[in-house]
T-cell receptor, first 111, second 115 residues
Framework: GNSVTQMEGPVTLSEEAFLTINCTYTATGYPSLFWYVQYPGEGLQLLLKATKADDKGSNKGFEATYRKETTSFHLEKGSVQVSDSAVYFCALSEEAQKLVFGQGTRLTINP | GAGVSQSPRYKVAKRGQDVALRCDPI?????LFWYQQALGQGPEFLTY????????KSGLPSDRFFAERPEGSVSTLKIQRTQQEDSAVYLC?????????????FGPGTRLTVT
């Protein structure tokens, strides 16, 4: 079946550091890929998405590129801020529409 | 506009009690999803509705779990004879159309604790 594997957390960085959170997936077809974010005390919200191979999703300075050859969708940001502290979830969705999530990566940014 | 709302936000149930969790999706959204999120884990799919039709209930963990959306809007997830392993956050999401690339908008969740 379909599955998503994220790098284990927690991840702690200093402000303005470069961020990478790894995500790889297993799917039988050609899924859409997503990053969702959960800020403290808030619900899950979509951060970015990509619907086909080589697409790049971007939002709020975050980027991720759909790599079919490596079945990956790594999340990157060039300079993180304290306000980026949250839990990040990688997810995929195929024709059945349901989202399959990774286990989440807790990110803490220190000033 | 209003987002997805869920009630109650917190529920404590004694083992063996029945509970009902409510989800109000965004108005006009065709698809509605329920997920279960255990502590420290990612959400896991439970069931999916398109309008009033329950198209996928493959994620429901047992026959104690039942979901309905009778008029294609509000949905209720019912858990009968709750067990401790049912303790989790139950998330509801809705989307405009049930295609893979359409964004799912999540509610704040209902945290269920079974004692």
């Amino acid at each position: 079946g379909n599955s998503v594997t994220q790098m284990e957390g927690p991840v702690t960085l200093s402000e303005e550091a470069f961020l990478t959170i790894n995500c790889t997936y297993t799917a039988t077809g050609y899924p859409s890929l997503f990053w969702y974010v959960q800020y403290p005390g808030e619900g899950l919200q979509l951060l970015l998405k990509a619907t086909k191979a080589d697409d790049k999703g971007s939002n709020k300075g975050f980027e991720a590129t759909y790599r079919k050859e490596t079945t990956s969708f790594h999340l990157e940001k060039g300079s993180v801020q304290v306000s980026d502290s949250a839990v990040y979830f990688c997810a995929l969705s195929e024709e059945a529409q349901k989202l399959v999530f990774g286990q989440g990566t807790r990110l803490t940014i220190n000033p | 506009g209003a987002g997805v709302s869920q009630s109650p936000r917190y529920k404590v149930a004694k083992r063996g009690q029945d509970v009902a969790l409510r989800c109000d999706p965004i108005s006009g959204h065709v698809s509605l999803f329920w997920y279960q999120q255990a502590l420290g884990q990612g959400p896991e799919f439970l069931t999916y509705f398109q309008n009033e039709a329950q198209l996928d209930k493959s994620g429901l963990p047992s026959d104690r779990f039942f979901a309905e959306r009778p008029e294609g809007s509000v949905s209720t997830l019912k858990i009968q004879r709750t067990q401790q392993e049912d303790s989790a956050v139950y998330l509801c999401a809705s989307s405009l159309e049930g295609r893979g690339s359409y964004e799912q908008y999540f509610g704040p969740g209902t945290r269920l604790t079974v004692t």
